[in-house]
């Protein structure tokens, strides 16, 4: 049965032997320079995250698989699900074992579109300085909203916290109310390069994946 987009992590990211991985927002800016020297910089688009995968070892007849969806990812219009595994949980909580069973939403956004706050967490639960969060929203597509966090707080003893402010700011269509992931937040990408790596009769290593977050 043909997959739909974007591939689960299940169906292709989380099978992946990654010996390296980079995840970091990009930037979208111009500079220019007036006559009194004074640097203006421009915004030129929306900040999307980029990163790059290496792949390590393993036997060719998994890579055969893994190769097999790297293909079908670079087909036009098809997108993945990707996370940073080095910043799988909060820095606080990196199972999330502290978090269990809680159900985290959005309880409030401010108009300045840097800041929220989270409902419904464990008394004392620590939001850090450098978490990532990630939210869906829209429908037609559905959009996944990919954070990470500036400004940390600690939720109260009702569950709430103070104000977080996030890098990208929040775009439109996000909604109080809105279910937020802390584990394992997910980043709608394109495969933008993909290099196969290289192999013998068995083996295969060094392949790599240039990813690109997609909006749509």
């Known amino acids: 049965m043909a997959l739909s987009w974007p591939i689960a992590l299940t169906e292709f990211f989380d099978t992946l032997p990654i010996q390296q991985v980079t995840c970091h927002l990009g930037r979208s800016v111009t500079a220019s320079q007036t006559g009194g020297g004074d640097l203006i910089s421009h915004q030129v688009g929306e900040r999307l995250w980029q990163g790059q995968i290496i792949l390590g070892k393993d036997y060719h007849r998994q890579f055969a698989a893994i190769e097999a969806r790297i293909a079908l990812l670079e087909e036009s219009g098809a997108s993945l699900l990707v996370y940073d595994t080095r910043m799988a949980g909060p820095r606080g909580d990196p199972s999330g074992a502290l978090l269990g069973t809680s159900v985290v939403r959005i309880d409030t956004l401010d108009a300045n579109n840097r800041d929220l706050t989270l409902k419904d ?19 037609n597509p559905v959009r996944y909203a990919f954070h990470r966090v500036v400004t940390g707080a600690i939720a109260g003893s009702g569950g709430i916290t103070a104000k977080i402010e996030v890098i ?22 394109k495969i933008m390069v993909a290099e196969y790596g290289n192999s013998t009769a068995t083996v295969s290593t060094g392949g790599t994946l240039n990813w690109m977050q997609t909006l749509r």
Not at 121 to 139: E, K, T
Not at 168 to 189: F, M
Request: aromatic share 10%; hydrophobic share 40%; with cysteine.
């Open 121 to 139: 967490l464990p008394a004392g639960y620590v939001i850090s300085q450098g978490d990532l969060l990630g939210f869906s929203y829209g429908s």
């Open 168 to 189: 990208p700011w929040i775009r439109q269509g996000a909604a109080t109310g809105t279910v937020v992931t802390l584990v394992k937040p997910v980043c709608k990408a």
